[in-house]
């Protein structure tokens, strides 16, 4: 399967590019920058393609049978900023994607973007950003998954996750351990048109995924 990274040089699409590597499938990361290809190559994506996530992406697709969606705006930036990627930005390429023939969409979101008043004061503009392009998604045609992360962290991966529709309790979870998450996730059809919760746990990776079960559509 060749897949378009969206988000490739960011923390989850590094990780992301690393294990696609030693996988059977084929990573095209999506780039801003030129000089951002040799290290992005070098960590193992089969190629790179420069494009801009607030403008128009539908060059980059064409070929791919799937998109995996890591960008996103920082930490440290406004609301406007947090629109034009996380909001407009995907939902601009989960449109692309419909029109190119694309049939598999996964999406990296966060807990709470389906209550974002749920969530801290100043990360609500991030979590109601997340949930309009979460639910651009739902309302498409794509063979999409929804992937809900805690707290992201920067420690290694540990291999073993918690997994759930819904968990009802938050929680952090290294990046590395949700690239894992995403590649499993990837070739796994029964998630596709449904959400999960993802925090660090006890059960392996593989097993954690092939195990979801969902009581209906995202």
């Known amino acids: 399967m060749q897949v ?26 999506l780039i801003r ?7 992005l190559l070098e960590r193992g994506a089969f190629e790179t393609v420069v494009g801009d996530l607030e403008r128009d992406c539908s060059r980059a697709l064409q070929g791919c049978d ?21 909001r407009d930005g995907a939902i601009g390429l989960i449109d692309a994607a ?4 694309v049939r598999r969409f996964i999406m990296v979101s966060s807990m709470r973007a389906d209550q974002p008043e749920t969530g ?13 392009a979460d639910n651009h998604l739902r309302a498409g045609t ?21 997994v759930a529709e819904r968990l009802d309790h938050f929680g952090e979870i290294p ?16 998630t596709i048109r449904h959400a999960y919760d993802l925090l660090s ?10 195990g979801l079960s969902f009581t209906g559509d995202a």
Do not use: C, W
């Open 120 to 132: 801290p004061e100043h990360m609500q503009h991030y979590f109601h950003a997340k949930q309009q």
């Open 142 to 162: 794509l063979d999409y998954t929804i992937v809900r992360p805690g707290k992201l962290t920067e420690g290694p991966g540990m291999g073993r996750i918690e």
């Open 175 to 190: 990046r590395e351990d949700v690239a894992r998450a995403l590649l499993e996730t990837l070739t796994a059809e029964h």
């Open 201 to 210: 746990g006890d059960d392996n990776i593989s097993r954690a995924i092939a």
């Open 66 to 86: 799937a998109v995996i969606f890591t960008a996103g705006s920082g930490p440290h930036t406004g609301p406007d900023k947090t629109e034009a990627v996380d």
């Open 98 to 101: 419909e029109a190119a023939g």
């Open 33 to 39: 920058d030129a000089d951002q290809a040799p290290e």
């Open 4 to 29: 378009l990274i969206a988000g490739a040089n960011g923390k989850i699409g590094r990780h992301l590019l690393n294990y696609m590597a030693d996988s059977e499938h084929q990573a095209r990361a």
